[in-house]
């Protein structure tokens, strides 16, 4: 390649940068946020227990789709996989503000779940891959923060402003400017510039790469339990969230509201995330596990025992406890995964957290409909208080097993070097 044409790929991947911040922004702004729960009971009368089963192909569809678009991504580029990523998506959301029976709303969040799979990953490969490409390659983990700090910018003014359009014009007229909003992301995509690297390396079978993880991961006690563990709390920190939008508009609050009431729990997230750093050095890392389930269960004790609309509050620590879970528990899980299974290991935690996800939001839409959404926080209390608990007192068991291990290994070196008898145990 000329110098000219050089200077010229440069300023195409320096594009891709900008062109990214452009892209999520796009991708994460839909107007949807704050009232598609209240969308679909009230405009499309469907039950919280039919709304919570159409999460269930849509979990199941991100898990097994993830490794095959990932594939495709390698492939044919990152560009045609964000390109086909945002375009699904748009369609998927036309379809979903426009459906009038349940297996063409089942559709629409099938489509959703193969659209968000071609995004995931791609985004990021394509905006490291760029910098690498014009040696800023360490600016990464800046720009990746800006990234995730500009997305959680665009969902709290989309939950702003959504509700009061939705009750200005209507619901489909929201959601439907949604997807014009996310198919405003495909030019963006057409015109980034593919980073030149290889593409189409082998991939292992998905299933095998499935098998190898579960496996690894019960040989290890601490990652075993570790990961049930935040499976469980993702999933009843990620469940009850579905239910706000039903408990506002069960108190009496309006639809051009909803957005007001639910914007604090995002921003409580995001706060969370910043100062989950904080929160271990103050409480220690086994302190911040146990803090964490803790503080679930005081939120859905506290909404299932005050019927009032300030109960409301409540959900601002599911927010919180929804932004420090992630930063807090994957660093403690990849402290502990060898750098070899990480990506194995990681694909395994992800299935695992989506399965529990699957199982558990239908069955939360039942008990709603059944006993009431009071009835419905007692059972997340309950799972949380068997299975979460559980899963981290064994893993605590395994912890201080390890830490017993490494502590006699320890002396046992000590002794051997100032040439003491070694006891055996």
């Not at 009835?375 to 608990?389: A, D, R, S, Y």
Request: glycine share 8%; hydrophobic share 55%.
């Amino acid at each position: 390649m000329d110098l000219l044409g050089r200077i010229r790929e440069e300023i195409a991947l320096e594009a891709n940068i900008r062109k990214s911040y452009v892209y999520r922004f796009l991708m994460n702004f839909q107007l949807w946020w704050p009232i598609w729960v209240i969308y679909l009971q009230q405009e499309r009368g469907l039950s919280l227990t039919r709304i919570t089963i159409l999460d269930v192909p849509f979990l199941l569809l991100v898990v097994l789709a993830e490794v095959p678009t990932g594939a495709i991504a390698d492939r044919f580029g990152r560009r045609t996989s964000l390109i086909l990523g945002s375009g699904l998506f748009a369609i998927a959301v036309f379809i979903f503000g426009i459906a009038e029976s349940y297996p063409v709303i089942l559709l629409s969040y099938t489509v959703w779940g193969l659209a968000l799979t071609f995004q995931s990953g791609a985004d990021t490969a394509i905006l490291y891959d760029s910098l690498k490409a014009v040696g800023r390659e360490p600016d990464f983990q800046k720009i990746n923060s800006r990234l995730w700090a500009l997305t959680s910018l665009s969902v709290l003014i989309a939950i702003l402003i959504g509700a009061p359009i939705a009750a200005a014009t209507s619901f489909t007229f929201a959601i439907t400017l949604s997807a014009v909003i996310a198919l405003a992301a495909v030019p963006i995509a057409w015109s980034m510039h593919e980073p030149q690297g290889e593409h189409g390396g082998a991939h292992e079978d998905y299933f095998g790469t499935v098998r190898t993880g579960v496996r690894d991961a019960w040989e290890h006690p601490r990652l075993r339990y570790m990961i049930l563990f935040s499976a469980v709390l993702m999933a009843c920190t990620y469940a009850p969230m579905v239910f706000a939008q039903p408990f506002l508009a069960e108190h009496g609050v309006s639809l051009g509201n909803l957005g007001l009431w639910q914007a604090p729990i995002r921003a409580a997230g995001v706060v969370g995330a910043l100062f989950a750093a904080q929160l271990v050095s103050r409480l220690g890392e086994r302190g911040a596990f146990f803090a964490m389930p803790t503080a679930i269960v005081i939120a859905m004790i506290a909404l299932a025992g005050v019927d009032q609309t300030w109960a409301a509050a409540a959900y601002l620590l599911v927010g919180a406890v929804a932004g420090i879970q992630n930063p807090v528990l994957a660093t403690y899980i990849n402290r502990h995964i060898p750098s070899s299974r990480r990506a194995t290991m990681l694909s395994v935690q992800n299935l695992v957290g989506n399965l529990i996800l699957a199982g558990i939001q239908p069955l939360s839409g039942y008990v709603a409909d059944s006993a009431g959404l009071q009835g419905m926080f007692l059972m997340f209390t309950l799972v949380l208080g068997i299975v979460g608990f559980g899963s981290l007192a064994l893993w605590l068991r395994a912890e201080r097993a390890g830490d017993a291990i490494i502590d006699e290994a320890e002396e046992r070196a000590e002794q051997e070097q100032a040439g003491a008898p070694v006891t055996v145990s």
